[in-house]
């Protein structure tokens, strides 16, 4: 199961809720996977309360993205990693996930790095619109594509 408590609208949903669910992904041999509440200056809370889940559940867990914006906030990293380090049995059932990447922004300026800008209109920096948005706005041709692949599928194309 993945959470985004750190978005809307995950961000309503009470710690009691998420392990409930948890502990039904648990039954199935699931994991949890959480883009935490915060990962700036309340970070620490946010880990106790993926340590709770894991705790209260059973269940390994996954902290997705884990790492501490804000360069105020940077000396809360080494505290982050102690409350998982120190989490007992639920801290070996942790697993931070982290991309280590030296001074992220001056590498997507470089452009050697997506940026947001970048990943969310890719076509900005050639000026042509990808043809997956040009069959989106056509939508005849669409469906004529999609009836051909659909019938080149049921006569057993591709084999």
Same mark, same amino acid.
């Given at each position: 199961?993945?959470?985004?408590?750190?978005?809307?609208?995950?961000?309503?949903?009470?710690?009691?809720?998420?392990?409930?669910?948890?502990k039904?992904v648990?039954?199935?041999?699931?994991?949890?996977?959480?883009?935490?509440?915060?990962?700036?200056?309340?970070?620490c809370?946010a880990?106790?309360?993926?340590?709770?889940?894991?705790?209260?559940?059973?269940?390994?867990?996954?902290?997705?993205h884990?790492?501490?914006?804000?360069?105020?906030?940077?000396?809360?990293?080494?505290?982050?990693?102690?409350?998982?380090r120190?989490?007992?049995? #639920?801290? /070996?059932?942790?697993? @931070?996930i +982290?991309?280590?990447?030296p &001074? $992220?922004? !001056?590498? #997507?300026? /470089?452009?050697?790095? @997506?940026? +947001?800008?970048?990943?969310? &209109? $890719?076509w !900005?920096?050639?000026?042509?619109?990808?043809?997956?948005?040009?069959?989106?706005s056509?939508?005849r041709?669409?469906?004529?594509?999609?009836?051909?692949?659909?019938?080149?599928?049921?006569?057993?194309?591709?084999?």
């Open positions: 199961m993945s959470t985004g408590l750190e978005y809307i609208p995950d961000r309503y949903s009470k710690t009691e809720e998420v392990i409930a669910l948890t039904v648990g039954e199935f041999g699931g994991i949890y996977t959480s883009h935490m509440r915060d990962e700036a200056a309340v970070i809370d880990v106790r309360e993926t340590v709770r889940i894991a705790e209260e559940t059973g269940v390994r867990a996954n902290i997705a884990f790492k501490v914006c804000g360069k105020n906030n940077w000396g809360l990293m080494k505290q982050a990693i102690a409350l998982i120190d989490a007992g049995p #639920a801290g /070996s059932m942790l697993s @931070p +982290s991309i280590p990447i &001074n $992220p922004l !001056r590498l #997507a300026r /470089s452009g050697r790095f @997506p940026s +947001s800008r970048t990943t969310s &209109n $890719p !900005r920096k050639s000026g042509k619109r990808p043809k997956t948005f040009i069959i989106r056509a939508p041709r669409s469906l004529k594509r999609r009836r051909a692949v659909l019938g080149r599928a049921s006569q057993g194309a591709g084999r």
